[in-house]
């Protein structure tokens, strides 16, 4: 059974970090492309940034390029984002998610909802102006 569990959001003024976390079982998250995505209220749940197997390739969205960074910590089996330089926008519950087949090549799929099987809870992450 795969389980993904975000934690590290929270309340932060305009310009300010945070690090997102998603600890995973049942599956090695360095065999699966993972993605974050947010979801804004009353918006629709948007691509963030993903990183493929082995984590050779990162894609972002242009909104957090330059600011945001995915990673994974294999022994740790933990995916990451590092959000830096926080604006009001990025406001939104923010979601991992993991890919439903092991070591598969990139495509245009793993920038949407669809290209993903597996979903955490989210976690809130609030910018105050």
């Known amino acids: 059974q795969v389980q993904l569990v975000e934690s590290g959001g929270g309340l932060v003024q305009a310009g300010g970090s945070l690090r997102l976390s998603c600890a995973a079982s049942g599956r090695t998250v360095s065999n699966y492309y993972m993605g974050w995505f947010r979801q804004a209220p009353g918006k629709e749940r948007e691509f963030v940034a993903c990183?493929?197997?082995?984590?050779?390739?990162?894609d972002y969205a242009d909104s957090v390029k330059g600011r945001f960074t995915i990673s994974s910590d294999n022994a740790k089996n933990t995916l990451y984002l590092q959000m830096n330089s926080l604006k009001p926008e990025d406001t939104a519950v923010y979601y991992c998610?993991?890919?439903?087949?092991?070591?598969?090549?990139?495509?245009?799929?793993?920038?949407?909802?669809?290209?993903?099987?597996?979903w955490g809870q989210g976690t809130q992450v609030t910018v105050s102006s």
């Open positions: 998610a993991m890919a439903r087949t092991s070591f598969s090549s990139f495509s245009s799929l793993w920038i949407t909802p669809q290209g993903y099987g597996y």
């Open positions: 990183i493929s197997w082995g984590s050779e390739r990162t």
